[in-house]
């Protein structure tokens, strides 16, 4: 499995970005994650049957799959200075539900964009 990720950039606070990850093979759960400077790997969301969220971007994130073109989408809306990071989409087959979120749980990763929000 080889994942691409894109659609990173920057915006300014309260705008949207989409980012996009395409997989190279087929993975029963994706994920996004993400890194800010000096800071630790956090989970955002994930897919796997279900859709789960980290708290600090419910309601603002919105994780969608498309299994046609085996790609995972992150739709980010009203975004925060917080947010910026570098995100990873991540896949995996032998995750279970109550490892999700844990990023030891995907076995492959992607190469990381960028997103910045300005205030």
């Known amino acids: 499995v080889q994942l691409q990720a894109s659609g990173g950039g920057e915006v300014q606070a309260g705008g949207s970005l989409r980012l996009s990850c395409a997989n190279s093979g087929r993975s029963i759960g994706m994920g996004w994650f993400r890194q800010a400077p000096g800071k630790e790997r956090e989970f955002v969301a994930a897919h796997r049957w279900n859709e789960y969220y980290a708290d600090s971007v419910k309601g603002r994130f919105t994780i969608s799959r498309d299994n046609a073109k085996n790609i995972l989408y992150l739709q980010m809306n009203s975004l925060k200075p917080e947010d910026t990071a570098v995100y990873y989409c991540?896949?995996?087959?032998?995750?279970?539900?109550?490892?999700?979120?844990?990023?030891?749980?995907?076995?492959?990763w992607g190469q990381g964009t960028q997103v910045t929000v300005s205030s």
């Open positions: 991540a896949a995996g087959n032998s995750m279970i539900v109550s490892t999700i979120t844990q990023w030891t749980a995907y076995d492959s």
